[in-house]
T-cell receptor, first 114, second 107 residues
């Protein structure tokens, strides 16, 4: 099973600033997924990150706001740019194995924007 | 209406009680996951089901494909079971998540 190390685990940020979240996987994976979980809500997929190509964003999410890097098969970053209090959420990275039969998640980043 | 609905939203129990959390979905799926989310936000996968029933320790998960319904049971609940339990279904190449059931087990 994949082990994902995500950091930071939490942060409090000033509005207008940016935060970069990192995810390191202990094995090579083709796709990494970034999710947002707003307070009291379910997880929503932000984008899918493939190594060597641009990330694929879901409806309602744009690259300028959530730029993603995927420099190799074990690492990805998500940046939350020009933050506002509405960006206060838990952000999670995830990978899948076995053709999607197993899903693994990072520890989450609890972001508070003040 | 959400594509994945969980009930109840909140659940409190005394240690030792038998607990059931339900998940209903309205889309065609290839698999269903039960996940556990701890207060820090991290998520652990408990089960992946495509049919029937699975058991792991005190946890049992069942799925009825025809009725589009799954249940997660916890036998002999313990305070360390306190967490948010999330149902997620695989529809096509996407995972669709329920909003979770917050469980608190008191000693």
């Amino acid at each position: 099973s994949a082990v994902i190390s995500q950091k930071p685990s939490r942060d409090i940020c000033q509005r207008g600033t940016s935060l970069t979240i990192q995810c390191q996987v202990d094995s090579q994976v083709t796709m990494m997924f970034w999710y947002r979980q707003q307070p009291g809500q379910s997880l929503t997929l932000i984008a899918t990150a493939n190594q060597g190509s641009e990330a694929t964003y879901e409806s309602g999410f744009v690259i300028d706001k959530f730029p993603i890097s995927r420099p190799n098969l074990t690492f990805s970053t998500l940046t939350v740019s020009n933050m506002s209090p509405e960006d206060s959420s838990i952000y999670l990275c995830s990978v899948e194995e076995g053709g999607g039969t197993e899903a693994f998640f990072g520890q989450g980043t609890r972001l508070t924007v003040v | 209406k959400n594509e994945v609905e969980q009930s109840p939203q909140n659940l409190t129990a005394q240690e030792g009680e038998f607990i059931t959390i339900n998940c209903s979905y309205s889309v065609g799926i290839s698999a269903l996951h039960w996940l556990q989310q701890h207060p820090g936000g991290g998520i652990v996968s408990l089960f992946m089901l495509s049919s029937g029933k699975k058991k792991h320790g005190r946890l049992i998960a069942t799925i009825n494909i025809q009725e589009k319904h799954s249940s997660l049971h916890i036998t002999a609940s313990h305070p360390r079971d306190s967490a948010v339990y999330i149902c997620a279904v695989r529809a096509g190449d996407k995972l669709i998540f329920g909003t979770g059931t917050r469980l608190q087990v008191f000693p």
